[in-house]
């Protein structure tokens, strides 16, 4: 987690969905500060949305990101999509939703809270 | 008391066999009855999704994800005891390693909205047609291999 499930009407190309990987990974690490192996991205193709829109994002994230961090995940992911869809910015929706960190599991551990990485990694190398 | 959930796992297509598809189903419902008493009834909904579809750190992944609801307000102990066993019987049985899956076990009203918000990107007018699709993929699995299950793909 977090985990970002991209739905769209028709396939992506390998070169679209990478685009569109790349982007989320690095915009959610970069806003948050969690490490790229917690960025899961998933496509799900052949979904029928609304005309008006292209795409659409689930973003299942740990709880404890303020307002403002959201806000902006939401932009700038929605933003990276169109740009990769050669889209338009109103033409994605997106839908945010909190999971407390404690009640998952990856990477074999119970995951840490929002910037307590570096001790749960620390943890996991004593295992 | 009688409870009942769906749980949702998510894999890569053809990278788990039928026979263990089975026994992780019959473990399952045993995770679930040793923490939430022996009355707990599950259904398990089995998404696959093909090779390409699915990325962590940027690069492809066949990893599973599993959505294990539990009664709303379950206790954190009790919560980490039902994660930890769902995770032995993934690593005993799919030959999966224990960094490699993925197990949200989220109040029962969160799973309610996650599974909302998946129907609520359908549009109004197509969603009964996608309901039927759907119900319609998940009666035949059940009626050819026993399982309900679908893909992450409309």
Redesign the interface.
């Given at each position: 987690?977090p985990?970002y499930t991209v739905?769209t009407k028709t396939n992506l190309s390998?070169q679209h969905?990478n685009e569109i990987?790349?982007a989320i990974?690095e915009i959610h690490c970069q806003l948050t500060g969690a490490p790229?192996?917690?960025?899961?991205?998933?496509?799900?193709?052949?979904?029928?949305?609304?005309?008006q829109f292209d795409a659409?994002v689930?973003g299942?994230i740990r709880s404890g990101r303020t307002q403002e961090v959201k806000a902006e995940l939401t932009e700038k992911i929605c933003s990276a999509i169109a740009n990769a869809l050669n889209s338009e910015r109103h033409k994605i929706?997106s839908?945010l939703?909190d999971?407390p960190a404690?009640?998952?599991?990856?990477?074999?551990e119970?995951m840490p809270q929002p910037g307590e990485e570096d001790e749960w990694y620390e943890q996991l190398s004593t295992h | 008391m009688n409870q009942s959930f769906t749980v949702v796992c998510?894999v890569m297509e053809a990278k788990l066999s039928n026979q263990q598809k089975d026994q992780l189903e019959n473990e399952f419902l045993k995770n679930y009855q040793d923490v939430f008493g022996t009355s707990t009834r599950i259904k398990i909904l089995w998404m696959s999704?093909p090779e390409?579809?699915?990325?962590?750190?940027?690069k492809p992944?066949s990893?599973p994800?599993m959505l294990a609801p539990v009664p709303d307000n379950t206790d954190?102990a009790k919560?980490?005891v039902f994660?930890?066993s769902?995770?032995e019987s993934w690593v005993t049985l799919s030959g999966y390693?224990?960094?490699q899956?993925?197990?949200?076990?989220?109040?029962q009203s969160?799973a309610d909205?996650?599974m909302k918000?998946?129907q609520q990107?359908?549009?109004?007018l197509?969603r009964p047609?996608?309901m039927a699709k759907i119900i319609t993929r998940l009666i035949r699995s059940k009626i050819q291999v026993g399982r309900l299950e679908s893909s992450?793909?409309?």
């Open positions: 987690m985990l739905s390998p969905k990987v790349c990974t790229a192996d917690f960025v899961q991205v998933v496509f799900s193709f052949g979904v029928s949305l609304p005309k659409h689930t299942s929706e839908v939703l999971v404690k009640w998952v599991i990856e990477g074999g119970i | 998510s999704f390409g579809q699915a990325y962590v750190a940027g992944s990893n994800t954190q919560r980490s994660l930890y769902l995770l390693k224990k960094d899956v993925v197990i949200s076990a989220a109040d969160l909205q996650f918000t998946n990107r359908v549009s109004s197509k047609l996608m992450i793909n409309l």
